[in-house]
Structure formats: structure tokens, C-alpha cells
């Protein structure tokens, strides 16, 4: 048995719905990129919220430097979950998407994504804001200490 499947399970319903519910409850993730100026990892926080298929979306100013990024590159990973108000935040679960961005129809998405982000009405409408809907083509879940599980679409209902 390679180390790699020793560190991971098998991934069983618990481990999907944990995903789903870290997903579908997220309000800010943090965003990977690659730099456009020096090409090196990047990370950013940023607003997430869920489409009606379940994909996650993010309004993205034109202006930040992740946006050019992903302009430039529109492979990302975003990672959602926050620890608890107690405890280690190590053992709290979070979900890691291996994404690919791309903007998407932001008069379609407003109403769903202001439900989910009300105070983005100040500025949903400014010209240089555009939604970006990430098409996930795999996942990482960590659920807590030693709960570690690779995901796939299909797994997060994302077909």
C-alpha cells in the first residue's frame, strides 16, 4: 500500500455531506492563484457563494490582483471552512476545490447572490465587478484530525 492511500479514506456519505455542508455554507474562502507578476502561489480572501446547481461563485473586482490572475490563468483551488470559536483550529474541517474560473452571467446570478451576500448590493453593480462561477474538477477534505479524503464532482452532486 503506497503512502498515499494510507493517508487518505474512502470516501463514504459522512464524508460527502461534511463537504456539501462546508460548501453550501461558505460565505468567504480563501482563493489560490499563480501571480501574474512573478508567477509564484497566491492566496486571497474572498467572497463565496453557491449557484443553484451548487457551483461556487465569487464576485471579483477587475482591479485585484487574483482577478488578473486568473485573466491570466484561470486554474485555482479555494479553500472554505473556518475553525470553531474553540479548540485547535487545526482539527475543525475545511474543504480545499481545485477549480477552474471563468466569468459568468452576473445579472442572472444577482438575486441568488445577494441573498447570500446583502451588503455586495453597495457595489454588485460597479462596472469592474464580474461573478466567476469556479467548475470544480476535484476536492481535498480535511474533516479534522485524521479524516483526510479525496473528492470528486460527482461526490459534491457538481456533474
Known amino acids: 500500500m503506497s503512502t498515499q492511500q494510507r493517508l487518505f479514506r474512502e470516501t463514504d456519505e459522512e464524508a460527502r455531506g461534511l463537504a456539501l455542508h462546508l460548501l453550501r ?12 507578476d512573478t508567477g509564484a502561489p497566491m492566496v486571497s480572501r474572498v467572497s463565496v ?16 490582483l487574483h482577478t488578473q490572475a486568473i485573466a491570466r490563468n ?21 474543504l480545499t476545490l481545485h477549480c477552474t474560473a471563468e466569468a459568468t452571467s452576473k445579472k442572472a446570478l444577482k438575486p441568488l ?7 455586495a448590493a453597495l457595489y454588485f453593480d460597479f462596472s469592474d465587478f464580474r461573478v466567476y462561477r469556479l467548475t470544480v474538477s476535484g476536492a481535498h477534505l480535511n474533516g479534522g484530525f485524521g479524516k483526510a479524503f479525496h473528492l470528486t ?4 452532486g457538481l456533474i
Not at 81 to 92: A, S
Not at 113 to 119: A, F, G, I, N, R
Open 153 to 156: 464532482p460527482d461526490d459534491l
Open 25 to 36: 455554507n461558505a460565505r468567504f474562502g480563501a482563493l489560490g492563484v499563480i501571480c501574474p
Open 49 to 64: 457563494a453557491t449557484d443553484a446547481a451548487g457551483h461556487p461563485v465569487s464576485l471579483m473586482s477587475d482591479l485585484s
Open 113 to 119: 447572490y445577494l441573498s447570500q451576500h446583502p451588503k
Open 74 to 94: 484561470p486554474a485555482c483551488s479555494l479553500l472554505v471552512g473556518e475553525p470553531g470559536l474553540r479548540g485547535d483550529p487545526l482539527i475543525h474541517p475545511r
